[in-house]
């Protein structure tokens, strides 16, 4: 349906020169049903006198906007929800009006007023007791069944931290795993596979800004610090107007914004890593800051051992590995009307291995050196101004920097000096390159016109840098050589992404509610254009007995692709721009599904997924990545198939909290030159998977929490047979043969059944200045061989000389117990 775009495009004789006819009738279409409905939010507006209240919701004690409080006329029953920046709007008629607002966690709290002009009113809540259960009117919040949107899951930073994790890190990425229709790459790892999507089709957004490599120490941790984070969402299906360039998902992770009321501080101390994190008021009342940090220290630890052990007679060394993150963001309210915010986060993974010989003899010396080293790390900024235009309009600008750059290199040189002078010298080297920088402009405005349409709409423009790897090379073979250099690789690509969208939530009756939107997006890479017209729909229909059901259609374009192994999460996967060879990933996705809010705490939803993607990008058999022909040439495009059900059940507040989630689905790839071009099952099709989550706090000092997973295993390629084929000749007329391996299908085995249980114990007390926790707990508790890889061996029968071949399990992670410390002030 979509096409590119050529230069010569009014040109007469190009065969490829004009939009197909079916695009430009999908266009017309699209953009004529969206004006038509948005033209009658604006202006079907009733006689009567109406006014508008609008302000910011916000944490009492910290200044913390909160995101998607519910504001509510208890008189009318009208409502709406405060947006990402805390501001909400509601426009009502003039009347006595009781303003009812309520966020999970907190007091609900009722504003009366009279409302005869606009108003703006600043609501200040307070924290509801750890233990106590807030009695709040149950159809006062926005109910999972109210919402128009499918697909998407907000899981509470508090919930995040109390989930177990792989040596006491609690981690955002693997949080997400847990949810249904979301799986992980392999044992331990941080991937993300959202719906049968590739590791490169989430948007993975902090602060609004991507993140491009969003793992630790290859993939076994992320790259997000959970004691800066103030929420995450997830969003799988159904996909707002606002989002684009990613197919399979989106992940909004928003940093806090520092306490502008009091200075307080949190840290930890794990079998890991350490953290710290500082906030506090700049000017009280008006601005604050955060700064946090974390870093591995055991390579600060054994730092001792490792160069006593290189240590000999004129030899010296050390080698260590350590990553770290950096989180910082200040912001400043200039008035009730203008803030700004300023956001940076780096974070670096370091593996370092330094080698120095000595030997000396009577009138001379030798010396050796060897250097190697392996780095890859993210940087990202944000400047964000928020302005409220009018008491219906807010708007939001915002200019980001986003890198991510891979670096390896390897050195080693040779000297050899008599009676001072330096009589023979070699050194040589090889550093490896790649990596993308982002700069962008965003501009998003919130259009409340009425209670009954929530309309978003802005535009975004986006200059990509892909460095696709490069070699650099020096020589040096003699004193009197200056050296050589040289760089092999491919050049650096520049490409501009532009896109506009626009959204309304339309409440069109009492039971029938709509999000409906277009996304439009261009991509000129080499003076190849290309440009996708996305509609998409959610709709909520409200049943008897407070079922709702619910439909979502959307359509995504992806221009940047990532080249990767499919292996464990290497730093080394290339990302790489949508060419006039390579073209841009295409999917479309329909779901059905019921939603419910069961008694006041649980939320349940059941849907049903389809979804088609075009333009999957793969290795061709037997490419890799460090190859110095043209990446173009190693890459094949095909098609990919997902379909599934998703079962979800979710408690957010109370003493216990947690989920119960549950997929059964497919995921196929389709290839012109892979499997002799039939469909074949994806690496991480996953029949079954089954997640239970949950905490329980007995009191203020004490609360356990608990994970079990189960899921099918990961599809793997083994040879059904082996046989001795012919090699070449040679001069005499003879050949040679060697055993190779016949494979009938891609994919054709499964690994063993994966399942898994973490438990996790905390002890707090309060002290006199601070808080304090000791954390226990246990990774694969009942200590299950859950397999890594599969390896092909033999094994030797001593009495009959025979030798067999056979399969063997390596399984990464046996039970890791773990401990931390931690504390508040």
Aim: hydrophobic fraction near 35%; charge should be neutral.
């Amino acid at each position: 349906m979509q096409q590119p775009l050529p230069n010569n495009s009014l040109h007469p004789t190009n065969p490829i020169i004009h939009s197909p006819p079916d695009t430009c009738n999908t266009l017309n279409f699209v953009l004529t049903l969206f004006f038509l409905l948005f033209f009658h939010t604006v202006f079907a507006q009733g006689p009567a006198a109406k006014f508008t209240v609008s302000g910011y919701v916000s944490d009492a004690a910290s200044g913390e906007r909160l995101i998607g409080a519910t504001v509510v006329d208890r008189r009318s029953g009208q409502g709406t929800v405060s947006n990402t920046y805390g501001f909400y709007s509601i426009t009502l008629p003039a009347d006595s009006v009781a303003l009812y607002v309520a966020y999970i966690g907190y007091e609900a709290q009722t504003i009366p007023l009279m409302l005869h002009a606009n108003r703006s009113i600043n609501v200040n809540m307070e924290a509801s007791a750890v233990l106590k259960e807030v009695e709040i009117v149950a159809d006062k919040y926005e109910r999972i069944e109210e919402r128009a949107q499918m697909g998407r899951i907000d899981v509470p930073i508090a919930q995040i931290k109390q989930i177990p994790a792989l040596l006491g890190e609690k981690d955002v990425l693997k949080a997400l795993q847990l949810l249904p229709g979301v799986s992980g790459g392999g044992e331990g790892q941080s991937g993300l596979y959202v719906r049968g999507g590739g590791p490169d089709q989430n948007l993975i957004l902090l602060d609004g800004v991507p993140v491009y490599n969003a793992s630790h120490l290859f993939g076994f941790f992320s790259v997000f610090n959970a004691d800066a984070i103030r929420d995450v969402s997830l969003t799988k299906g159904g996909f707002p107007a606002r989002f684009g360039g990613r197919l399979s998902s989106v992940v909004e992770i928003n940093m806090k914004e520092g306490n502008e009321n009091e200075f307080h501080g949190e840290g930890s101390v794990g079998i890991v890593a350490s953290k710290l994190t500082l906030e506090g008021p700049i000017t009280k009342g008006k601005s604050s800051f955060i700064v946090s940090g974390r870093r591995t220290y055991i390579d600060l630890l054994a730092r001792p051992l490792i160069k006593s052990g290189f240590k000999s007679d004129g030899s010296e060394g050390v080698a260590g590995y350590y990553f770290y993150d950096l989180n910082a963001k200040v912001n400043h309210r200039f008035s009730d009307k203008d803030r700004l915010f300023f956001s940076f986060y780096t974070g670096k993974d370091k593996f370092y291995l330094d080698l120095k010989d000595r030997y000396n003899y009577a009138q001379a010396r030798n010396e050796y050196d060897t250097e190697t080293g392996l780095g890859w790390g993210n940087l990202t900024a944000a400047l964000r101004w928020n302005h409220v235009l009018s008491p219906r309009l807010f708007a939001n600008a915002t200019l980001t920097y986003s890198r991510y750059k891979f670096n390896t290199d390897a050195a080693s040189s040779d000297r050899s000096i008599e009676n001072g002078v330096t009589i023979s010298e070699s050194a040589y080297s090889l550093g490896y390159f790649s990596g993308i920088d982002d700069v962008a402009a965003k501009v998003d405005f919130d259009f409340l016109p009425n209670p009954q349409h929530y309309i978003k709409f802005g535009g975004s423009a986006i200059v990509h840098t892909f460095y696709p790897g490069r070699f650099d090379t020096y020589i040096k073979e003699s004193v009197e050589d200056p050296g050589t250099s040289a760089s092999i690789g491919q050049p650096n690509v520049t490409a501009g992404e532009l896109a506009l969208y626009a959204e309304d939530d339309w409440k069109a009756t009492d039971r029938l509610r709509l999000n409906y939107g277009i996304h439009i997006s261009s991509f000129l890479v080499k003076g190849n254009p290309y440009l996708s017209v996305q509609p998409r729909l959610n709709m909520r229909y409200l049943l008897n007995k407070g079922w709702a059901l619910k439909g979502a259609f959307s359509t995504m374009r992806q221009y940047i692709h990532l080249l990767t192994n499919e292996t464990i999460g290497l730093p080394t996967d290339l990302w790489l721009p949508t060419t006039a060879v390579v073209k841009p990933q295409d999917s479309w996705q329909a779901a059905l599904g019921l939603a419910k809010t069961i008694g006041k705490d649980y939320e349940f939803s059941a849907e049903a997924y389809y979804k088609e993607m075009k333009n999957v990008i793969a290795f061709r058999e037997g490419a890799s990545l460090f190859q110095f022909d043209d990446w173009q040439s190693r890459v094949e495009q095909g098609d990919g198939t997902a379909y599934g059900l998703e079962l979800f059940v979710q408690k957010k507040k109370g003493r216990f909290n947690g989920w119960v989630g549950y997929t059964l689905s497919w995921a196929w790839r389709e290839f012109d030159n892979i499997n002799l071009g039939r469909r074949y099952p994806y690496k991480f099709d996953r029949r079954h998977d089954f997640e239970i989550v949950g905490s329980y706090k007995f009191n203020d000092r004490v609360s356990l929490s608990a994970t079990w997973v189960y899921s099918t295993g990961n599809a793997v390629t083994l040879g059904t047979s082996k046989y001795q084929a012919p090699g070449p000749y040679t001069s005499d007329g003879y050949y040679y043969s060697y055993e190779t391996t016949h494979t009938a299908e891609r994919n054709n085995f499964r690994y063993q059944s994966y399942h898994r249980l973490d438990v996790g114990v905390d002890f707090t007390k309060q002290k006199k200045r601070h808080q304090r926790t000791w954390s226990f707990g246990a990774y694969n508790a009942y200590n299950r061989k859950n397999p890594f890889f599969l390896l092909l061996d033999k094994d030797y029968d001593n009495q009959t000389g025979k030798q067999t071949s056979v399969l063997k399990q390596v399984s990464l992670f046996p039970v890791i117990p773990y401990v931390a410390y931690s504390f508040k002030f």
